[in-house]
């Protein structure tokens, strides 16, 4: 077997600031391609200052709207993150979980709570 990837997301987003959305999907584009060679991955929260659950949610949730959680969960590996880093992690993917397990029910309920307001954001 070949060696793990290493991805940097202080290298990839090319800041300390892993908050937008769009710069998630840079990293979780990179995490689909291994994930699908079935190549282990190390991602590295090193030099990373600022985190959101947004850039989390993109950039690792909706890995599991693709893939098992046994298969993200034996092919993926975090470092460097710190305490805080890993409950906001945790909580990401809590709720990609939830969302993916359901997603119709998911999106029901949102509009239930939000009435009006989806789609007007």
Do not use: M
């Given at each position: 077997m070949s060696e793990n990837i290493r991805i940097s997301m202080f290298e990839v987003v090319g800041s300390p600031f892993c908050v937008a959305s769009g710069?998630?999907?840079?990293?979780?584009?990179?995490?689909?391609?291994?994930?699908?060679?079935?190549?282990?991955?190390?991602?590295?929260?090193?030099?990373?200052?600022?985190?959101?659950?947004?850039?989390?949610?993109?950039?690792?949730?909706?890995?599991?709207?693709?893939?098992?959680?046994?298969?993200?969960?034996?092919?993926?590996?975090?470092?460097?993150?710190?305490?805080?880093?890993?409950?906001?992690l945790r909580s990401a993917v809590n709720n990609a979980k939830l969302y993916f397990k359901d997603p119709k029910r998911f999106n029901q309920a949102i509009r239930e709570v939000m009435g009006d307001e989806v789609g007007h954001v």
């Open positions: 710069d998630g999907e840079k990293i979780y584009d990179r995490l689909d391609a291994a994930l699908k060679a079935d190549q282990k991955v190390i991602l590295s929260f090193h030099n990373v200052t600022a985190l959101t659950a947004a850039f989390l949610g993109t950039a690792i949730g909706q890995l599991y709207g693709t893939f098992s959680e046994e298969k993200i969960q034996s092919l993926l590996k975090v470092e460097d993150a710190n305490p805080d880093d890993l409950r906001l």
